[in-house]
């Protein structure tokens, strides 16, 4: 299968470059999957699985917490606001947060942001189970 060129950055630097077959990830309005020969675009990321299949075939999963991807002359540069690699996802730490974040929401005085910040911590501990098969 054809591939391209991409590459993965945090803000604390370069994570993944290399020829990839296939990029698929969320991004603000949906689910995305890019191939070789893609016209040039760009979009925000949502909060989601990413799922990276390499030129050997093989497939790297990740949880990307938002950023943006650009498809530019046939070269894609994903810059992710946080990402963690499947391996690197510590589980225990996910089930907790996501405790904690649901028992925050039951909490009816929650102000609207209070609010907003724990289900923004629940959508992301929610994704890293997610991308563990853990949901
Ligand atoms: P927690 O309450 O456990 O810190 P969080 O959703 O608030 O979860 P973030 O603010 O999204 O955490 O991330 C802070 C840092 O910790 C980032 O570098 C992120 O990659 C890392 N991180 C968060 N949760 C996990 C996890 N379950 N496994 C591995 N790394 C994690």
Not at 66 to 81: P, R, S, V, Y
Not at 111 to 126: D, P
Request: glycine content about 8%; some cysteine; proline content about 1%.
């Amino acid at each position: 299968m054809k591939t391209f060129s991409l590459t993965i950055g945090t803000p604390d630097g370069l994570l993944f470059s290399g020829e990839v077959e296939r990029v698929m990830c969320r991004s603000i309005t949906g689910d995305l999957a890019i191939l070789a020969d893609h016209c040039n675009f760009c979009t925000a990321l949502g909060m989601g699985g990413a799922y990276i299949r390499l030129e050997d075939g093989t497939q790297r999963d990740a949880a990307c917490i938002g950023g943006m991807i650009t498809m530019m002359d046939g070269k894609a540069h994903l810059l992710a606001t946080t990402w963690e690699w499947e391996e690197d996802i510590d589980v225990e730490r996910a089930k907790a947060a996501k405790e904690r974040a649901e028992q925050r929401l039951a909490d009816s005085s929650l102000s609207e942001k209070e609010a907003a910040i724990a289900q923004a911590k629940l959508n992301r501990a929610l994704v890293r189970l997610s991308v563990k098969n853990q949901l």
